[in-house]
């Protein structure tokens, strides 16, 4: 399989590479601090330094690096602004295959990273993957509501998964979204009137 980051396009947007500038946009506040777990959302700028460490050697290093590990990354772009990111890894039966998504604050609500997501989901089940798999912690209800819209089934709980910033243990929930619910989902059925 070809793990090549490639360029999709939908009627808003476009998914593609980014630059390390674009990260930083997307990147620009903690998104731990955002995901509303233990009724604790605040819009905390993040340490640049963590996201710029992850380019040492240049952009292209970074995608042969994310190439090798059989991962893709995606920027969202909405009119040439980076708006959100998808990051996916190989799982180890190598049919499925782990999600992730951001998007900044700015732009929530607006129905883009469903949007985003649809089109990877359909460009990944054309690879051959026969799951896709995504996790929120308990508390994220944007990330939950998402993955509904699109479809996602619970899979698994991972209890007491991370301490929260409040200290409290906080569940891992996993969703899971096979081709063939996927398909059944978005695939018209065409009703034929018979003659009697």
Same mark, same amino acid.
């Given at each position: 399989m070809n793990y090549e980051t490639i360029e999709?396009?939908?009627?808003?947007?476009v998914i593609k590479k980014g630059e390390k500038e674009d990260f930083l946009k997307v990147y620009e506040y903690d998104f731990s601090a955002l995901q509303n777990v233990d009724d604790v959302f605040k819009l905390e700028k993040q340490d !640049?330094?963590?996201?710029?460490?992850?380019?040492?050697?240049? =952009?292209?290093?970074? %995608? #042969?690096?994310?190439?090798?590990?059989?991962?893709?990354?995606?920027?969202?772009?909405l009119n040439d602004k980076a708006i959100g990111n998808v990051l996916t890894e190989d799982e180890e039966d190598k049919k499925s295959?782990?999600?992730?998504?951001?998007?900044?604050?700015?732009?929530?609500? !607006?129905?883009?990273?469903?949007?985003?997501?649809?089109m990877i =989901?359909?460009?990944? %089940? #054309?690879?051959?993957y026969d799951n896709i798999i995504?996790?929120?912690?308990?508390?994220?209800?944007?990330?939950?509501?998402?993955?509904g819209k699109l479809g996602f089934k619970?899979?698994?709980?991972e209890k007491d998964f991370i301490k929260s910033?409040?200290?409290n243990l906080t569940d891992l929930y996993k969703t899971i979204l096979t081709k063939e619910d996927w398909f059944s989902r978005t695939t018209k059925i065409n009703v034929l009137k018979g003659s009697l």
């Amino acid at each position: 399989m070809n793990y090549e980051t490639i360029e999709l396009k939908t009627k808003r947007l476009v998914i593609k590479k980014g630059e390390k500038e674009d990260f930083l946009k997307v990147y620009e506040y903690d998104f731990s601090a955002l995901q509303n777990v233990d009724d604790v959302f605040k819009l905390e700028k993040q340490d !640049k330094n963590k996201i710029e460490s992850w380019f040492k050697g240049g =952009i292209k290093k970074y %995608y #042969s690096k994310i190439k090798k590990a059989h991962m893709f990354d995606w920027i969202i772009y909405l009119n040439d602004k980076a708006i959100g990111n998808v990051l996916t890894e190989d799982e180890e039966d190598k049919k499925s295959i782990n999600l992730s998504f951001n998007i900044h604050p700015n732009y929530w609500g !607006k129905g883009y990273m469903p949007e985003a997501l649809e089109m990877i =989901i359909n460009y990944l %089940y #054309s690879l051959g993957y026969d799951n896709i798999i995504c996790s929120y912690l308990d508390g994220n209800t944007k990330a939950k509501r998402t993955l509904g819209k699109l479809g996602f089934k619970p899979y698994k709980i991972e209890k007491d998964f991370i301490k929260s910033s409040n200290g409290n243990l906080t569940d891992l929930y996993k969703t899971i979204l096979t081709k063939e619910d996927w398909f059944s989902r978005t695939t018209k059925i065409n009703v034929l009137k018979g003659s009697l």
